[in-house]
DNA sequence: AGTACCACCTGACGGC
DNA sequence: TGCCGTCAGGTGGTAC
């Protein structure tokens, strides 16, 4: 599910459970997740470390280590879960942190498609990454000029990460199909008012996802995500609603509602 | 510059 | 029940 609203989920999970404990052990069961960074290094920048805050950019979640920052990407399945049992270590755990309280923070990423390193700061990571500015920071003016600057489909547009950072395919199809726009629909073509409203429906599909917690079972009616699927019914109109494939994603929208 | 396709992994699900 | 193909909310590389 990791997509900006999911992250930011986690983000906060962490923020309330596992923040300022000291990390007594290190336990990293999926090597290749590691990023520039040799497992041996990885373990001793986080030992006897303790998480001092969070922050996120994007998709990536970064925790404060005093001497740098852990960086957590979640891919396409990843998730955290905090336990003090052992006996609860969810199923793959690719990360386990053992915390000198007797508490686990667990990195679970059942497909092994997320990343895991150290870096030195958010900051210099999103420059390094050539990140765009975070989907819930950039401005009308920036967003215009980012989107104008680009032929491409609207939906490949705004899940580029290079571009905006944090929009997916699920919430690509959401905003889409808040702001009405067809998701073929060219980037640069959308003219004020059409980029206006997909600027604001950025804002207010995310925004309310985090409210519900990114659980897509608390979405509101009016969301199209409980949707997206063969037969399904487009919660405004009623119309049957569309699959297509906008690079080698499938996108979901109402062909009468968006255009 | 933009797009299609493949690969990386593993699990879930439908069809036979 | 078991096997097989297909698909999955991400990203990065390649080739056109």
């Known amino acids: 599910m990791p997509e900006l609203p999911d992250v930011e989920t986690y983000r906060r999970y962490l923020d309330a459970t596992a923040l300022h404990s000291v990390i007594s052990g290190v336990d990293l069961r999926a090597k290749r997740l590691l990023e520039g960074i040799s497992a041996a290094r990885f373990g001793r920048a986080l030992r006897g470390k303790s998480l001092r805050s969070t922050r996120r950019h994007g998709k990536y979640l970064f925790a404060d280590l005093g001497d740098g920052w852990l960086l957590m990407h979640f891919g396409m399945t ?3 879960a905090y336990f003090k049992r052992a006996g609860d270590d969810p199923e793959h755990d690719r990360l386990l942190l053992t915390f000198a309280d007797g508490w686990h923070l667990a990195y679970v990423a ?9 870096v030195d700061s958010p900051e210099a990571f ?10 819930l920071e950039v401005g009308l003016d920036e967003f215009r000029r980012i989107l104008g600057g680009t032929r491409s489909m609207i939906k490949s547009a705004l899940m580029d990460q290079g571009r905006i950072a944090g929009i997916g395919n699920v919430y690509s199809d959401e905003i889409l199909f808040r702001a009405r726009l067809h998701p073929r629909a060219r980037s640069d073509g959308l003219g004020a008012d059409r980029t206006r409203r997909l ?5 207010a599909v995310l925004e309310t996802a985090i409210d519900r917690k990114a659980d897509p079972g608390a ?3 009016s969301f199209l995500l409980n949707h997206r699927e063969e037969g399904g019914r487009c919660p405004r109109c009623g119309g049957t609603v569309k699959r297509i494939s906008v690079s080698g994603r499938s996108g979901w929208y109402c062909p009468r509602c968006q255009r």
């Open 78 to 80: 990843g998730r955290l």
């Open 199 to 203: 600027h604001r429906a950025v804002r």
């Open 219 to 221: 979405m509101p009616p």
């Open 126 to 135: 999103v420059e390094n990454e050539g990140l765009g500015p975070d989907a």
């Open 110 to 118: 059942p497909r092994k498609l997320g990343r895991l390193g150290i």
